[in-house]
């Protein structure tokens, strides 16, 4: 019932019939991780630019492995 190329609907289901999905999600993969990369950034970094470390924030808590010397995760 799938369509090369198209995106079709049949009976209420909507079917996407790309031929070439490897190069679609390759896209989507990279704006994703750079996304992520953002996010976190945008953690890490106040609005003045500044690097603050804020360790009560989960995901900066789970990422850091170490701070003024003194290892605080142990992998």
Known sequence: MSEADKT???HGVTIVGETNLPALV???SSSLYARNVLDFLK???DQEGNFVVNRDDDIVAACLMCMNGEIVRKA
């Open 8 to 10: 079709v609907v049949r």
């Open 26 to 28: 390759a896209a989507d």
């Open 43 to 45: 953690l890490v970094f």
